[in-house]
């Protein structure tokens, strides 16, 4: 048995699925498997450090994602303890990734070198490290037979997925076999039936049938917006967005209550982007006060960790009757393309969602 274990996948809930999905894509060419990650507060991982981590199955049906890998030719998934019981606490190989442009890389480096050895916890030991340029070995086959040497027990330093249009991921042609590559746009199919039931749960309670979500993710705005200075934007933009729901409720018959998920929320956004909203979030409430908005409490159901608040947020979200959004991000989109999905609406709607000053600004309803 031959096995991928990434010891982090770089970013939050979103992005991190989609690394994760692609390095099943990569495995399928070696007819390897990848370790279940383990996660924490929406970002996953190749080893758990302490008793706080949790497996992928927090946020995951895996037994039902590892049989949608295996029938799109993926590579499939294999436990931590079948892991050790392969590797026996040792990997052959550890790659490094080096993103630097062919352009700017020195010519005195190979595409692939030793380099120095990678220290790593949980007792595992490491034979070798070997440091690879992105941008000179895109081959899934050069990879797994020149770089990795088809070695059975295989690390990857930090692995930020497989995407030829941006620079700072593998460049890898994957395997044809792979002909119809799972995405984490698909992955809420899989999400922990638990946390569905508390979204519904918390819909039933304090909801009801008919409401609107907001979801806004301020750092988007700060981070993103090609005139954007400081907070006095995102408020401009946050006032623009409550203008737009409160016209819609005037327009209503009767009373809507609006539910809300921002990322300047406690358990919001994990980026150090959101830092800057949190720290004015008592201001940006008082922005949106006039709505009155109802926000999820995780205390409530037990929930500690912020990658299964988002997934039930999320859920909360794409059941409303309308969705406003702003701010933009990968999250923000995955929300969108779900309420898409799921009320038949015209993808091209969402054109009308980027906006110049707030990167994304809009509503969409299902009638």
């Not at 799972?182 to 999400?191: D, K, M, P, V």
């Not at 990322?263 to 006039?290: C, M, Q, V, W, Y």
């Not at 409490?297 to 500690?304: D, E, G, I, K, R």
């Amino acid at each position: 048995r031959k096995i991928f274990i990434a010891f982090s996948y770089w970013e939050q809930l979103t992005a991190a699925t989609n690394n994760f999905l692609d390095l099943t894509a990569l495995a399928a060419y070696g007819g390897r498997q990848v370790v279940v990650p383990f996660v924490k507060n929406s970002r996953l991982y190749g080893f758990a450090t302490n008793k706080q981590f949790e497996t992928l199955e927090l946020y995951y049906n895996v037994s039902a994602l590892n049989h949608t890998l295996r029938s799109r030719g993926h590579g499939t998934l294999i436990s931590w303890k079948e892991f050790q019981d392969v590797c026996q606490g040792k990997l052959d190989v550890v790659v490094r990734f080096d993103y630097t442009k062919l352009r700017k890389y020195h010519q005195a480096k190979r595409p692939f070198f030793p380099c120095h050895n990678a220290t790593i916890s949980a007792g595992i030991k490491v034979d070798r490290t070997v440091c690879m340029n992105v941008f000179a070995v895109k081959s899934d086959e050069q990879f797994e037979n020149k770089v990795i040497e088809r070695l059975p027990c295989v690390g990857l330093d930090q692995w930020r997925g497989s995407n030829a249009e941006t620079s700072y991921r593998a460049q890898f042609k994957l395997s044809p076999n792979v002909t119809n590559r799972l995405h984490s746009g698909e992955a809420a199919i899989f999400f922990n039936a638990k946390l569905l039931h508390v979204a519904r749960d918390f819909i039933t309670t304090r909801l009801g049938l008919l409401f609107i979500s907001v979801h806004i993710r301020a750092e988007k705005i700060l981070r993103n917006g090609r005139h954007i200075k400081n907070m006095a934007t995102v408020k401009k933009c946050m006032s623009n967005l409550t203008a737009r729901v409160q016209r819609y409720m005037n327009d209503s018959t009767t009373p809507v209550p609006v539910f809300l998920a921002s990322d300047f929320a406690e358990f919001g956004s994990a980026s150090i982007g959101a830092n800057t909203p949190r720290e004015k979030s008592e201001s940006l409430r008082n922005i949106l006060a006039p709505l009155k908005p109802i926000v999820f409490q995780p205390s409530a159901y037990n929930l500690t960790d912020r990658g299964a608040v988002a997934i039930v947020e999320m859920n909360i979200l794409v059941s409303a009757e309308r969705l406003f959004v702003l701010g933009g991000g990968t999250f923000q989109w995955w929300i969108l393309t779900q309420f898409i999905d799921k009320n038949n609406i015209d993808r091209k709607s969402t054109i009308k969602c980027r906006n110049k000053m707030c990167n994304t600004l809009c509503d969409l309803h299902h009638f």
